[in-house]
């Protein structure tokens, strides 16, 4: 969803365990010889800044060869996310489709795996996530549209997958997915709520309200946005890969392309969550992106699906995301941190009114 602070921390087969309990020692036991390199000393290497808030990365490297190993963090506000055995599913379901994704290696579990947790190990992907100032060839406003587009394409893709020939149709529960959907957040806002969050409860009325009676059953990603795609580095009519399918699931596959184009911000707009964002919030550095409703028109043609719904969704998606990072402003609460309950309570009330916007015409 978003960066967290800190830097790469390194350790090697002799340093024992980091603070979340990697042990590289242990792990290169686990590992053995499934993978290349065998015998010579495995480093591992946790990643820093600008890789999530959700879950753990860490390269990995051992004789010459490169992997990323992901897990749980220590501390998650979202039942049900960071599910690494899912991931792993959904990650071998997508071999030989057009959704470009990482590929998957070894999946280690809580029970026969050295960390307690499950985790996925999965090969490098030669890639970037495409947030803050964008590096050559994405500096061509030509090249930027082309990225806009490619993050249309897979979600289209995604969309049209036939999970069940894939065996994953039991990822789900998509009988009942959109109305369930209010429900399900707002119960998790209740678990932690500590304020009066400004419209939330009558943007969740109007939801429930407005709820279209069907839809188009298929996979989703669950948190389908720049953060968590990688652009190559040559070529912007592609992505290089869709990351992070831990909360991926079968439901409703307008929530992926209304997530990406309810935080897409257009010339003159405020951004919901700040400079997180490409272009980190500078207009010169967005020149090219494609506006919300080419993107939606691409979709359409290339998915074959209807938007008439879509300004639901798209409240709908914000909704979601501020129900969850709502979450962290209970968590800065408990730790006394003001500055942090201003930045994500803020966060959290722009979203809410970006929802209203989008469910009443002032925002296309």
Do not use: C
């Not at 039991?170 to 369930?180: A, C, Q, T, V």
């Amino acid at each position: 969803m978003g960066p967290e602070e800190g830097g790469p921390v390194a350790i090697t087969s002799s340093s024992g365990a980091d603070e979340d309990g990697v042990d590289p020692a242990a792990l290169d036991d686990w590992i053995g010889d499934r993978l290349p390199g065998h015998g010579a000393a495995l480093e591992v290497e946790r990643m820093g800044a600008g890789t999530g808030i959700a879950n753990a990365l860490y390269w990995l490297r051992r004789g010459g060869n490169t992997w990323v190993l992901r897990r749980p963090p220590a501390e998650t506000n979202t039942p049900g996310a960071s599910d690494m055995t899912r991931e792993w599913r959904i990650l071998t379901a997508l071999e030989g489709t057009a959704v470009p994704h990482p590929q998957p290696l070894l999946l280690g579990t809580a029970e026969d795996g050295p960390f307690g947790v499950d985790f996925v190990i999965m090969a490098a992907v030669d890639g970037f996530t495409p947030v803050g100032v964008l590096p050559p060839p994405y500096t061509a406003p030509a090249a930027r549209t082309e990225l806009g587009f490619a993050m249309v394409d897979a979600v289209a893709d995604l969309g049209r997958i036939d999970y069940r020939s894939r065996g994953i149709e039991d990822l789900g529960k998509p009988e009942g997915f959109l109305e369930r959907q209010v429900a399900r957040w707002s119960r998790q806002v209740d678990s932690y709520r500590t304020r009066d969050i400004p419209g939330y409860d009558t943007l969740a009325s109007w939801l429930d309200d407005n709820r279209p009676q069907q839809y188009e059953v298929g996979l989703m990603h669950g948190d389908y946005s720049p953060f968590n795609v990688m652009a190559t580095p040559h070529d912007p009519t592609r992505l290089a890969a869709v990351v992070d399918w831990d909360t991926g699931t079968i439901g409703d596959p307008l929530m992926d392309i209304a997530h990406l184009l309810a935080r897409w911000t257009e010339p003159g707009e405020e951004p919901a969550i700040g400079t997180w964002d490409i272009g980190e919030g500078i207009a010169e550095e967005r020149a090219g992106l494609p506006t919300r409703a080419a993107m939606a028109r691409r979709y359409v043609e290339r998915s074959g699906r209807d938007l008439t719904y879509l300004p639901f969704y798209q409240a709908l998606a914000l909704f979601k995301l501020a129900s969850i990072l709502e979450g962290r402003v209970a968590r800065a609460a408990r730790k006394g941190t003001a500055a942090d309950i201003a930045v994500w309570s803020g966060m959290v009330d722009r979203l809410i009114d970006h929802g209203h916007q989008f469910a009443h015409g002032r925002r296309q």
